[in-house]
């Protein structure tokens, strides 16, 4: 007859044993074959949880091969994949590829911010980094703010701008480029006079941009210009014809000697960082009713302006350069190294984001 044993537990007590037995020893024995049962189904269920979580990963990392595999999928490897372990392992250049993937997807934002940390802490462990360069950095959160500004908000802002911007003669210009273009913050600063070759050109009525390269923030150093954009491939695009004057009126203002010179200059002659950027915006915003507006919003402003013209949302990712697919109304342009070259052009639709009193703005520019 079987019967249940006993087994002292670490207090000293006897304590009855689920293990079930003809004798002690028999009862003992059964006790731990269960235990053991119990603790594998633990380790399957824990090396399961761990294959689903890799392949997690490894969907976030690698663009799948696969012809039903969304072509504009965001995936860590395709967006930092081609960058050096230094360049990527900033704080700063961190924080703004997440913010960036966020006004997208916040998930994708998160699942990425995962994986960083991890990638990090190895590496911080294996003694590359004396702190992990994601310590800082936040996990990415829906800010609220991404929105577009209306006409009334945009005339509101540069009559502010204009009236309160001093020694940051760069904001207007910039402002207005971003409104023109949809063009990320760090890409507008990264533009030079030679990504604008039509400028030079009275017969030109909208000039093209390159848009291939990014400002990034230097650790304890100079900003620098880095030939990639943050997400997806260099493009051409056409400005409307009010921003083509803008920057023409701008480029007579400060009388570039050199082509390769940015666009947007400091007051000591510098690249501007981001983060200089954002305190001048910041500065000029200050106890107003537009202290809410950010770089970004000017972007959310073309994606919603061009999808509303076209009726395509399409001709907004082809604007702002989310996929050369998704290029909708195009032209042909032949770069100085003699290739053909697919140009955006959204300048009819961008014409109509023209700002009030643009006159009044060029005066300002060109004092």
């Known amino acids: ?212 390269a990014t400002v990034i923030a230097g650790s304890g150093g100079p900003s620098f210009r880095q030939l990639a954009r943050k997400r997806g491939p260099a493009y051409y695009l056409t400005l409307p014809e009010w921003l083509t004057t803008v920057l023409r009126v701008w480029k007579a203002r400060v009388c570039p000697t050199d082509p390769d010179t940015p666009v947007f200059l400091s007051q000591r002659g510098g690249m501007i960082a981001p983060g200089t950027a954002d305190t001048a915006l910041s500065t000029a915003t200050a106890d107003s009713p537009f202290e809410w507006v950010l770089f970004g919003n000017f972007r959310d402003t073309v994606a919603t302006h061009v999808a509303g013209v076209t009726g395509d949302s399409r001709c907004a990712s082809a604007q702002l350069g989310h996929s050369e697919d998704s290029t909708v109304a195009t032209r042909h342009y032949i770069d100085s190294r003699g290739y053909v070259q697919r140009v955006v052009d959204y300048s009819g639709p961008l014409s109509s984001l023209q700002p009030a009193k643009t006159g009044t703005k060029l005066e300002f520019l060109a004092a």
């Open 1 to 212: 007859m079987a019967f249940s044993g006993r087994h002292r537990a670490f207090n000293g007590a006897y304590r009855r044993t689920s293990g079930i037995g003809a004798t002690s020893k028999e009862c003992l024995a059964d006790f731990e074959r269960n235990f053991e049962q119990n603790r594998s189904k633990g380790s399957e269920r824990t090396r399961k949880i761990r294959k689903q979580t890799y392949r997690k990963y490894v969907r976030a990392i690698y663009k799948p091969d696969s012809p039903r595999a969304n072509p504009n999928a965001i995936k860590l490897g395709l967006e930092l994949g081609h960058l050096a372990i230094g360049e990527v392992g900033r704080p700063s250049y961190l924080y703004d590829h997440l913010e960036d993937i966020a006004e997208l997807s916040v998930a994708t934002a998160n699942i990425h911010h995962i994986i960083l940390n991890e990638v990090f802490r190895i590496l911080t462990l294996g003694g590359l980094f004396d702190v992990s360069p994601t310590t800082p950095v936040p996990e990415p959160v829906i800010e609220g703010n991404a929105r577009a500004l209306e006409q009334v908000e945009l005339d509101g802002f540069f009559d502010l701008l204009m009236v309160r911007q001093k020694r940051t003669r760069y904001l207007l210009p910039l402002c207005l480029t971003l409104l023109g273009t949809g063009a990320r913050k760090s890409e507008a600063l990264a533009i030079l006079w030679s990504d604008l070759p039509d400028l030079d050109d009275p017969t030109a009525s909208t000039a093209l941009l390159h848009v291939h």
